[in-house]
């Protein structure tokens, strides 16, 4: 059974460091082929693709947020992390982490999402 | 970079009524990387559609998709009061490798 799972830090504040882990389950990303995503949805708004890290260590990034963006794994634990500098008030989000096989680059398994608030 | 451009972008339907929307991508694209996904108001979204036309497990036989190039769709054959929530299309490109279109919201009327 695959599962995923986010955890955050819930509140933060502008200029801080956003840190969010995705624990998952069900599968590992020593497998060839494997990759997780991260993706975020601001409250009443669409989804937004942030980055992903392939079972080869292999990182792409949102280009619009790449400056600020650092993605990175540890498959000993099956956990992939996300790394958020200089948050600001629109980076106010539910932050899902999803498995994506290579076969059809489809996210096929979701987390249930952490909100996170950036507040002063 | 491509663009994925979904219509209308809030709908209603009656139950039984066949359901249409679309996603049009501004380049031509790959049928086998465009997908479809169902958000329902406070759960994460569950892949619905891949590759344009296959159903997810467990998804019904009302839902369907099809499309090539830049043209996509995902009809409902007849809609069922289960089906409303907002669909996503997705894709995954050379650069940057993921794009959503912006989501029709499907209501019931």
């Known amino acids: 059974q695959v599962t995923l799972k986010e955890s955050g830090p819930g509140i933060l504040q502008p200029s801080q460091t956003l840190s969010l882990t995705c624990s998952f389950s069900?599968?590992?990303?020593?497998?060839?082929?494997?990759?997780v995503v991260w993706i975020r949805q601001p409250s009443g708004k669409g989804l937004e693709w942030l980055a992903h890290?392939?079972?080869?260590?292999?990182?792409r990034y949102n280009p619009a947020l790449k400056s600020r963006l650092t993605i990175s794994k540890d498959t000993s634990s099956n956990q992939v992390f996300l790394k958020i500098a200089s948050v600001d008030t629109a980076d106010t989000a539910t932050y899902y982490c999803?498995?994506?096989?290579?076969?059809?680059?489809?996210?096929?398994?979701w987390g249930q999402g952490t909100s996170v608030t950036v507040s002063s | 970079q491509i663009v994925l451009t979904q219509s209308p972008a809030i709908m209603s339907a009656s139950l039984g009524e066949r359901v249409t929307m679309t996603c049009t991508a501004s380049?031509?694209?790959?049928?086998?990387?465009l997908h479809w996904y169902q958000q329902k108001p406070g759960s994460s979204p569950k892949l619905w559609i891949y590759?344009?036309?296959n159903l997810a497990s467990g998804v019904p036989a009302r839902f369907s998709g099809s499309g090539s190039g830049t043209s996509y769709s995902l009809t409902i054959s007849s809609m069922e009061a289960e089906d409303a929530a907002t669909y996503y299309c997705?894709?995954?490109?050379?650069?940057?490798?993921?794009?959503f279109g912006g989501g029709t919201k499907l209501e019931i009327k």
């Open positions: 999803a498995r994506m096989p290579y076969d059809y680059y489809v996210m096929d398994y």
């Open positions: 069900g599968f590992s990303l020593n497998t060839s082929s494997m990759c």
């Open positions: 890290i392939w079972w080869d260590d292999d990182k």
């Open positions: 380049s031509s694209v790959s049928s086998s990387y």
């Open positions: 590759s344009t036309s």
């Open positions: 997705h894709l995954y490109h050379r650069s940057p490798p993921m794009t």
